[in-house]
């Protein structure tokens, strides 16, 4: 499989170069050329397959001649092996038609692990072929960076230094990061807001004097591997559910637009899906560019939901590409203007393209608040603040009533002990697997908002390429 960068100039990779590489070189994302599909008879085939299989399965035409059909399945065994569930990403039914979809049940407890247990495996096994490095810079809002580093913690070949804006993630989150002790992990804390944080990574893709010295990688959602291994669970919920021959449609509670990103790619390759519903908090510009056509960037208001904290999400390019004509010099002229000025108008094509797939739903935090209240008291089920807003969105739908909605739960309640106690009264608690998280020693270092600061701090503690 060829991947191709929604900037129309940068190199073509094969799947081994899009999982090492960040940003394309022209300043876009890479997709594939074209999109796999499977017929209804193979996605009927896929009824009771055990998750790894069906990843295997799904990925495949992904990963080309990148990877054997062994080591892909391998890989996948061992990755969703971690999961404290059999099912991996098991679905819980709240009524008649709202379904939840538990993708928390991975060692740190948010979805971030199904993409990320993957990419630690896929990383330390091509490094070892190519005998390189890799310095994974990342920026985080919470669980990325949490899951990034159990993924990569110990491994061959890689380093990781993962930015994170200081007091503003919640304590489970920080602990998650700064207590695990591995060589080749480095927590930064940095003064600034998680766009600032973000906007240093950026720079330092695209700063001479590190990437001629090391290979600077990302496990952000601009890394292709990661939006791959999320289409998996929306087969996976879908078929349980009686796909192929029943519609199913989801609700996303959306950040940096991957996730949801990824149930688009599943219902290119034929998954029947009825809609995508873009979920957002108050920190609305998907809401508003989605039901509008504005895309324009706000300050970034904090929540109780802070993994959905995001003015600009980045994978909505990959979108914005896809369904515009796939023009890659004209998108290239439309996200540099955006870039300038921080808005711009999504042409007719891209509203039209959009609108056969996706709706939206903004919830405020009382909005929220009485989504985690009404899964609790009328289906016996605790929900996190980004599940309730999901929730929240799927509860709005006018969708026909016969399709059921399955709402993403994106982390395990005990993430965001705080929110959820307000809102149930009652605390819910961490699961045994991280329980010791407050007994175990932290450490991370404090830098100024400043990036050459942590420039040098990366310099100084990376390893060359090779
Ligand atoms: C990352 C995250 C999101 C947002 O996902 P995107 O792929 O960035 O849209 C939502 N909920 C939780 C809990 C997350 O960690």
């Given at each position: 499989?060829?991947?191709?960068?929604?900037?129309?100039?940068?190199?073509?990779?094969?799947?081994?170069?899009?999982?090492?590489?960040?940003l394309?070189?022209?300043?876009?994302?890479?997709?594939?050329?074209?999109?796999?599909?499977?017929?209804?008879?193979?996605?009927?085939?896929?009824?009771?397959?055990?998750?790894?299989?069906?990843?295997?399965?799904?990925?495949t035409?992904?990963?080309?001649?990148?990877?054997?059909?062994?080591?892909?399945?391998?890989?996948?065994?061992?990755?969703?092996?971690?999961?404290?569930?059999?099912?991996?990403?098991?679905?819980?039914?709240?009524?008649?038609?709202?379904?939840?979809?538990?993708?928390?049940?991975?060692?740190?407890?948010?979805?971030?692990?199904?993409?990320?247990?993957?990419?630690?495996?896929?990383?330390?096994?091509?490094?070892?072929r190519?005998?390189?490095?890799?310095?994974?810079?990342?920026?985080?809002?919470?669980?990325t960076?949490?899951?990034?580093?159990?993924?990569?913690?110990?491994?061959?070949?890689?380093d990781?230094?993962?930015?994170?804006?200081?007091?503003?993630?919640?304590?489970?989150?920080?602990?998650?990061?700064?207590?695990?002790?591995?060589?080749?992990?480095?927590?930064?804390?940095?003064?600034?807001?998680?766009?600032?944080?973000?906007?240093?990574?950026?720079?330092?893709?695209?700063?001479?004097?590190?990437?001629?010295?090391?290979?600077?990688?990302?496990v952000?959602?601009?890394?292709?591997?990661?939006?791959?291994?999320?289409?998996?669970?929306?087969?996976?919920?879908a078929?349980?559910?009686?796909?192929?021959h029943?519609?199913?449609?989801?609700?996303?509670?959306?950040?940096?637009?991957?996730?949801?990103?990824?149930?688009?790619?599943?219902?290119?390759?034929?998954?029947?899906?009825?809609?995508?519903?873009?979920?957002?908090?108050?920190n609305?510009?998907?809401?508003?560019?989605l039901?509008?056509?504005?895309?324009?960037?706000?300050?970034?208001?904090p929540?109780?939901?802070?993994?959905?904290?995001?003015?600009?999400?980045?994978?909505?390019?990959?979108?914005?590409?896809?369904?515009?004509?796939?023009?890659?010099?004209?998108?290239?002229?439309?996200m540099?203007?955006?870039?300038?000025?921080?808005?711009?108008?999504?042409?007719?094509?891209?509203?039209?393209?959009?609108?056969?797939?996706?709706?939206?739903?903004?919830?405020?935090?009382?909005?929220?608040?009485?989504?985690?209240?009404?899964?609790?008291?009328?289906?016996?089920?605790?929900?996190?603040?980004?599940?309730?807003?999901?929730?929240?969105?799927?509860?709005?739908?006018?969708?026909d009533?016969?399709?059921?909605?399955?709402?993403?739960?994106?982390?395990h309640?005990?993430?965001?002990?705080?929110?959820?106690e307000?809102?149930?009264?009652?605390?819910?608690?961490l699961?045994?697997?991280?329980?010791?998280?407050?007994?175990?020693?932290?450490?991370?270092?404090?830098?100024?908002?400043?990036?050459?600061?942590?420039?040098?701090?990366?310099?100084?503690?990376?390893?060359?390429?090779?």
């Open positions: 499989m060829d991947y191709i960068s929604t900037r129309g100039s940068a190199p073509t990779l094969d799947f081994e170069g899009v999982t090492l590489a960040g394309a070189s022209d300043g876009g994302l890479y997709l594939p050329a074209e999109w796999p599909s499977f017929s209804r008879e193979e996605i009927a085939a896929m009824a009771g397959l055990p998750y790894h299989e069906l990843a295997a399965r799904i990925m035409p992904f990963v080309g001649d990148s990877l054997t059909q062994d080591e892909l399945l391998d890989l996948c065994r061992q990755a969703y092996g971690r999961f404290a569930h059999d099912a991996v990403t098991p679905l819980a039914q709240l009524d008649e038609r709202n379904w939840l979809l538990e993708l928390f049940h991975g060692p740190t407890l948010a979805f971030k692990d199904v993409a990320l247990q993957l990419l630690g495996l896929l990383f330390e096994t091509f490094l070892t190519r005998k390189s490095n890799l310095t994974i810079v990342g920026a985080t809002s919470g669980d960076g949490s899951a990034a580093i159990d993924a990569v913690a110990g491994r061959e070949g890689v990781i230094f993962m930015l994170h804006p200081n007091g503003r993630v919640s304590d489970v989150q920080r602990r998650q990061m700064t207590t695990v002790r591995a060589p080749n992990v480095y927590n930064i804390a940095i003064d600034g807001s998680f766009d600032d944080a973000q906007a240093m990574v950026k720079r330092m893709f695209a700063d001479e004097s590190m990437t001629s010295r090391f290979n600077i990688g990302a952000n959602s601009i890394n292709w591997a990661r939006l791959m291994a999320q289409v998996v669970y929306y087969f996976a919920s078929v349980q559910l009686g796909a192929p029943r519609q199913v449609a989801f609700s996303v509670p959306t950040g940096n637009f991957g996730d949801v990103f990824a149930g688009y790619v599943a219902a290119r390759m034929g998954l029947p899906i009825a809609q995508l519903i873009v979920a957002t908090n108050v609305d510009i998907l809401h508003r560019a039901s509008s056509g504005d895309y324009s960037t706000g300050n970034v208001t929540t109780a939901a802070p993994s959905m904290d995001i003015q600009v999400s980045s994978n909505f390019e990959r979108l914005l590409f896809d369904v515009g004509g796939r023009d890659g010099l004209a998108l290239a002229e439309q540099h203007a955006f870039e300038a000025t921080k808005a711009m108008q999504l042409t007719n094509a891209q509203r039209e393209g959009a609108s056969g797939l996706f709706t939206s739903a903004r919830a405020d935090a009382d909005d929220m608040a009485r989504a985690i209240r009404w899964a609790h008291e009328h289906a016996a089920q605790t929900i996190d603040p980004h599940t309730a807003i999901g929730l929240h969105a799927a509860q709005q739908s006018d969708l009533p016969a399709i059921p909605i399955v709402t993403l739960a994106t982390a309640p005990a993430k965001f002990r705080d929110a959820v307000r809102a149930t009264g009652s605390r819910p608690v699961p045994s697997r991280i329980g010791d998280l407050f007994a175990r020693e932290e450490a991370y270092t404090e830098l100024s908002g400043d990036y050459n600061a942590v420039r040098d701090f990366v310099s100084e503690h990376a390893s060359p390429a090779a």
